[in-house]
C-alpha cells in the first residue's frame, strides 16, 4: 500500500506502507502508479517526494512474491513513469533503499539521503540482477567502475559513500522527509531533462574493455559456479557499450534466464532460511519467542589457544568486557599480543578504536568470579575440560552461564561437573572465530531455554548467524562431515586420487576439497580423536583388523600420513606436498600416489576409474543421510538450521542453498535410489543405509522443503 498527502500545499507525499520493510508488492507498486497520477494530475501540486513509513525507504522488490505468479503493475514502467513526469520527482531515503527500492530512487530525480541511510543493489545476493534498469542506470550515474562494484558485490554503502559517488543529491542528519520536501519546493520549476539518468551517456574509462575482462576474471574465479554476478557484469557492459533501450533489452534477457534458474531459488530459500534459525525451538517446546535472555555485561574465555583468541576478539570488538584467562604464563603473553594485533588489524580495516582496553588479562581462574557468562576453549580433551567446568562451578556467581567451545563433545557430562547444569550450553564457534559468521548454540538435556536464549542473543551482538542444536558427538556440522570424509577416503582406497576427488567438489562450489581442507585444518587433529576413540591404532599388530572397525568398514588412510609426521599444511606434508611447512599452495605428491598404490596393493584392493557422479553422490548423499538422520532425532529442527550450518560454517556454495536444499532440487527419490545403490556395493558403511525419514519423505510423495516439518513431526511421534 501507499499513503498519499499533501503537504506545504504544493508537494505531493507518497509514502510506501509495507511493513516490516516497505518492499515494492504488489500492492505497493498498483499504489505508487496511482498516487503518482493523482499528483501529476492535481494542478497545485509542483513537485513530488517518496518516502517510506517508520524511517525505512524500502527494502527491494517483495522476495515472497518471487515463488509465485506475480501480479500488480510489474516495476520497469513504473519507474520510467516517474522518470517521465513533468513534476520534479524526489526520494527521501531514510534506513534502507535497496534492490528495488534504489532502482525507485534512481528513476526520481532527486535522492536526499539521511546521514545513517544504507543503499544498495543486493540482488546478485538472491542470484539476479538489478532488473529495473538498476544495471542501466547506476552505471550512468556513477560510472563503470564504481557500479561494477557495487552490482557484482551487492555491497551496502553508506549514505556518506554514496555522496561521495554522486549516487545521492544530498545527506541530512535532520528530518529527511521534511528537508525532501523543502528541496522538493526549490526545485519545482527546474527543468528535468538533465536529471533523467537514463538520457545520460555512460561514461567510461578508456580502458574499459580491460576493465570488464578483469572484472569477469576475477567474478568467475570467485563465484564458485555461481551464474549471477556474471550476469551482473554481462549487464553493466551493456549499458556501457549499447544504447539506454537496448542495454534495457540485454538486461531483460540476462534477468529472465536468472529469474527462472534453480541457483535463484536456492539464494531465495537461503535468504529466507537464514532468518528462520533465528526462531528457534527446542524439543521441549521452549522457543525463542517465550525465552527471554539475560543481559550479558562481562564475559570471560578461558584458554587462550587460536579459538580462545578468536572469541576474545569477537566479544571485545562487539563491545563486551571480556577477562581473558591463560594459566601459561609464556601462553598468555604470545596471546596477548596476538589478539592486541587482531584488534588493532580489525580496528584499521573500519576505521575505528581497536577494543584493547576492554580485555583484562589473567591466569588466574578465580579473576572470572563476577562475569555473567563464561566461555570456555581450552584443548579439546574431556577430562581437561571437566575439570575447568568443576572449577568454574566453584568461582563463579551462582547465576553465570557456563559454555563450552566443543567442537563435537558431550555438552550434558560438562554440564554434570557444575551446580547448575540448566545454566550450560555449548558454543561452537568455527576458526578463525572473530571471521567466521556461524555459531552453533548446543543444549543438552539440562540446559535451560534460558541459557539458549542467553547466548543466541550473545551470538546475534557479536555479528554470528546462531543456530540452536541438540547435543550429539559431533552436533550437526561434524556429525554431517563424518561419513562426507569417510567416503572422500573410501574413494581412494578404491582407486581416485585426492586431487580428483577435490577438484569435483570445487567445481561443485565447495571453497575447498575435502583433502585441502584437511591439510589446512591439520590432519592429527582427527587423528588424536580417533586415537581417542579407540579406532586408529598406534600399534598395527594390536589385532584389530585394519580396514575394519567394529563389524564397520574403516580406512586407516589418515592415521597412516599421521604416522608418518605427515599434519598437513603445517607440516609441509599431508594429502598435498607444499613448498615449506606453513605454505598455503597445495601441489600434488609422487610419494602419496605411489604411497596410495602400495596401500592397495597391501589390502589387494583392484582400483577402479571413479567419476564425478561417484565422487558427489557418495560424498553428498552420505551427508545428506546424516543430515536426514539429525533431523529425525530432533538434533536439528528444521532443514533451514542444517543448511545455515553448512553455508556459514563448512564453505557449502551458498547458490545451492545447502545440502538439504539441494537433497531436494537433485529429487528425495533419486537421492534414496543412489543410497541404496550404494549400499548394496557396500554394506559394510551404515552411513550409506538411507534412513527412516528420507524414506519416509519419499513415501509422502517427496514434499517441498517447506512442508517437511510436518513429516519430521509426524516421524518423531511414531519414535
Ligand atoms: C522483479 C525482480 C526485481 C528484483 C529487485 C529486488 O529488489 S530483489 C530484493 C532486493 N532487496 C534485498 O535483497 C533486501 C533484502 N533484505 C535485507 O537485506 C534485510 O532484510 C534488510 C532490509 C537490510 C533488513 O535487515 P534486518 O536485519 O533489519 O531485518 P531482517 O533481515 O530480519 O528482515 C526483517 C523482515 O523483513 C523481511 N524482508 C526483508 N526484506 C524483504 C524483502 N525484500 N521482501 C520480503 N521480505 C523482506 C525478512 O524476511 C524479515 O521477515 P521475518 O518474517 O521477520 O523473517
Known sequence: MAQYTRVSGSVGLITLQSPPVNALSAAVRQGIVDLMQRALSEPEVKSVVICGQNGIFCGGADIKEFGGQMSGPPLIPMIHAIEAAS???VAAIEGIALGGGLELALGCHYRIAHSKARVGLPEVTLGLLPG??????????IGVPAALDLITTGRHVTAAEALKFGLV???????????AVKFAQRVADQPLDARRISTHPCLCPSDVAVLFEEVMQRVRRTARGAIAPI??????RAAATLPYNQGMERERELMATLFTSGQARALQ???FAQRAVGRWSMPSGARWDTSKPRPVHKAAVIGLGTMGRGITV???QAGFSVVAVETQEKQLMEAKQAISGMLERGAKRRGVAPALDKINYGRNIQSVADVDLVIEAVFEDMALKKKVFQQLSAVCKPSTFLCSNTSGLDIDQLACQTRNPELVVGMHFFAPAHVMKLLEVVYGPKSSPLAVATAMQLGKKIGKVSVAVGNCRGFVG??????YLEQALFLLEEGATPEFVDQVLEEFGFAMGVFRMS???GLDVGWKVRLADGLAMPDPTMGQPTRLRQGRRYSPLGDLLCEQGRFGQKTGRGWYQYDKPGSQVAKPDPWLHSFLDEYRARHALVAHRIDHQEVLERCLYSMINEGFRILEDGIAAGPEDIDVIYVFGYSWPRHRGGPMFYAATVGLNKVLERLEHYYQAHPDVPSLQPCHLLRKLVASGSPPIQKWREVIKKVRSQL
Open 478 to 483: 561434524n556429525r554431517m562431515l563424518k561419513p
Open 269 to 271: 530459500y537461503f535468504f
Open 132 to 141: 529495473a534498469g538498476g544495471s542501466q542506470r547506476l552505471p550512468r550515474l
Open 314 to 316: 569477537a566479544l571485545a
Open 87 to 89: 513534476k520534479p520527482v
Open 169 to 179: 543529491d544530498q545527506i541530512t542528519d535532520h528530518n529527511t522527509v521534511n528537508v
Open 519 to 521: 591439510d589446512l585444518s
Open 231 to 236: 550476469a551482473c557484469v554481462q549487464a553493466v
